[in-house]
């Protein structure tokens, strides 16, 4: 759906340490989205983009930034990983305002 | 913010029955989707339904937006529909963003 890759598809990392997770479409969609899923808490947002360097802030986004410098990619770090941000990140993209959203297979996290 | 409640939480069927999930939500919305996580964890978009009925093979949704709540119907199950079910809605003045309820897990055997 939507050409969604994300990379990479499993990363284990240390606490403190930097980390950016991609987010790669090939469908020109203006909206993207950051997402975490933890066990008993569904899906939430950590970040969106409405366009091109347009980014605003989800339900959970402290120590998460975020950066998307063209259409195509929308970047997620983690400026200095702790274990509370071991989780599965979902990237999702839209077409436009109140359309369909499709997801990307998702990238596996552990912080020890 | 809005609030999205599903139910039941769990679902255990035999292959054959028929099912309906239900999603409950607490404002207006402008946008809402089901989708469908597999147990390899892929997300799937089964529906865009802020309001009315659309149906797709076994599956089916319709959506009151007056009464506040959408309804996923799965007919004639098979294993292959075990998964999580989301339901996700957006309210006017969130900028296109979804809340996603925690979902149904329904469980098919053979």
Redo the contacts between chains.
């Keep these: ?1 939507a050409g969604i890759t994300q990379s990479p598809r499993h990363k284990v990392t240390e606490t403190g340490t930097p980390v950016t997770l991609r987010c790669h479409q090939t469908e020109n969609h203006r ?1 993207m ?1 950051w997402y975490r899923q933890d066990p ?6 950590i970040h ?1 983009s ?1 366009g091109v360097k347009d980014t ?1 802030k ?2 959970v986004s402290d120590g998460y930034s975020v950066s998307r410098s063209k259409t195509e990619d929308f970047l997620l770090t983690l400026e200095s990983a702790t274990s509370s941000q071991t989780s ?1 990140y ?1 990237c ?1 993209t ?1 077409l436009g ?7 990307g ?2 990238t596996r996290l552990l912080v020890l | 913010g809005i609030q999205v409640e599903q139910s039941p939480p769990d679902l255990i069927l035999q292959e054959g029955a028929n099912s309906t999930l239900r999603c409950n939500f607490s404002d207006s919305v402008n946008n809402l989707q089901w989708f469908h996580q597999n147990p390899w964890g892929q997300l799937i978009n089964l529906f865009y339904i802020p309001s009315g009925t659309k149906q797709n093979g076994r599956l089916s949704a319709t959506t009151v937006a007056t009464e506040r709540y959408s309804l996923l119907y799965i007919s004639s199950s098979q294993t292959t529909d075990s998964g999580v079910y989301f339901c996700a809605v957006e309210s006017g003045g969130s900028n296109y963003k979804l809340t996603f309820g925690k979902g149904t897990l329904l469980t098919v055997n053979p």
């Design positions: 759906d909206y989205y008993g808490h569904g899906l939430r947002l969106y409405y605003d989800g339900e599965v979902f999702a839209q305002g109140q359309e369909t959203q499709y997801f297979p998702g």
